[in-house]
């Protein structure tokens, strides 16, 4: 099928535009089209009053892009007794499922933080500003942002109405791995939940999996918490479930971390990862000798003059990595590396399956 793109004008009002298609299901969408078509058909044909085809599309915006259409209709279950705070839609997605298996989804809900907090700007997130300097550093640095429709301001409003709208009485249970996106997403969530009331555990999946399951000649190392399945989820909770009131967090604590994430957002880099047990920001290239070393084995397609696919070096990447870090970040440093004269380029960079790469003979 052909892709169509369009110029982006306004990039607010095209991010409102993103987000009235995404909320539309399948059979309302080709309904708006089918309109939006017929109305065009009008005004080209000049059959009938152009005002009124005009008119019409209008209104179709209007009430498409409109506050109520945008409404987050997300609440928790008034007999809710835990809400689950995780980083990460792949971790969601199991750790629903999981709950569905158990028969919890009623007394369980989750909040789900979709940013990735180990790359790009965090400072000031509680502000516009700091908000409008992650979502611009995206989309220069990113490929498919926009198109994935990224958008810091829309993420962090949602955040901000779920919190408020967790029950006081609910348990509030923050998971967070070894993974440097789930360790400040995890102080991120304490410093927007300090001062509720609810008590408040911090919970490793992966830790929790590896202790139950590994064995000397079969054992699995996850690097975030999406890598496990819900079947082995469905045990985790048995055991969190079994010791409800065990490790929940002090004020002290809740404020330890809070201040965590805003000594972490003030260091003003873009790219962190996890070691030693600490949250670490590194610098932006700190990774592109990692990204030459694994391009060196990678034996080239014959006939391709040398010439790798940047998405097989990527998976090279992503496979040996003990860091958490996302394909669009490696890619972007592969496109650095092109523009710093260390490799060479064929093709068009608009996405990493679209040009190969090779290492340039006098870098």
Known sequence: MTEFRCEVGN???????????????????????????????????????????????????????????????WAPHPECTHVHVVTGESFAGSMKLALKEL?????????????????????????????????????????????????????YRKT???????????????WASRSVREQIGMRHALHLLRGKPNPIRILDACAMCEQRYNRPDDSITYRRSGEIPPDKLQEVFKVVLDFDAAGRLAADDVARFAGEWLSI????????????????EVPADYF???????????????????????????????????????????????????????????????GMRHYSVRRKPSA
């Open 288 to 350: 592109d000798r990692y990204l030459l070393e694994k391009l060196e084995p990678i034996i080239p397609p014959a006939g391709d003059n040398g010439f790798v696919k940047c998405a097989r070096l990527v998976g090279e990447a992503l496979g040996h990595c003990e860091q958490d870090i996302d394909s669009a970040y490696f890619e972007y440093r592969i496109r650095e590396l092109v523009c710093a004269g260390f490799l060479e380029i064929k093709g068009v960079p608009a």
């Open 11 to 73: 990039m607010d009002s095209w991010f409102e535009i993103k987000k009235a298609i995404d909320r539309l299901d399948g059979k309302t969408a080709k309904s708006c089209l089918g309109h939006v078509l017929d109305q065009i058909r009008r005004l080209k044909e000049q059959s009938g009053e152009a005002e009124d085809a005009i008119s019409g599309l209008i209104r179709l915006y209007d009430r498409l892009t409109s506050p109520e259409a945008g409404k987050d209709a």
């Open 160 to 174: 901000l109405e779920r919190f408020s709208l967790i029950p006081g009485h609910s348990e509030i249970l923050v």
């Open 103 to 155: 028969g919890l989804t009623e007394t369980h809900s989750i909040v789900v933080l979709g940013d990735d907090y180990a790359i790009g700007p965090i400072g000031r997130l509680d502000t516009p500003e700091g908000r409008r300097a992650r979502n611009e550093w995206f989309w220069d640095h990113i490929a498919g942002a926009l198109e994935e429709q990224l958008d810091i301001e829309e993420t």
């Open 265 to 280: 957002a003030e260091q003003g880099g873009v790219l962190r990862i996890w070691q030693d047990g600490a949250v670490q």
